[in-house]
């Protein structure tokens, strides 16, 4: 679950009907693995991260993030971002 929207930049991204490409699930879980029928498992997912320290290191963790878009970008790669401190 996230504690505030996501902040992601549409500049340049746009679907064939005008609307940016959309997040629609974003979460940390334990595990997730995607069947070849394209089932998307998910076990374990935090509300909350608890801990006595920061930072604090957390031994695995998967990042689960389903983006939506429009037919026109059907095949286009997409990057996404990521940050390490």
């Not at 991260?49 to 026109?72: E, H």
């Amino acid at each position: 679950m996230l504690r505030r929207p996501l902040q992601i930049d549409h500049a340049g991204v746009r679907s064939d009907n005008g609307l940016p490409m959309e997040c629609t699930l974003a979460l940390l879980a334990d595990a997730a693995n995607r069947e070849e029928g394209g089932k998307l498992n998910v076990l374990g997912v935090f509300d909350v991260i608890y801990s006595d320290k920061f930072p604090y290191a957390m031994p695995q963790f998967y990042v689960v993030v389903r983006l939506t878009a429009g037919p026109a970008e059907y095949g286009t790669k997409k990057d996404v971002p990521t940050y390490s401190p």
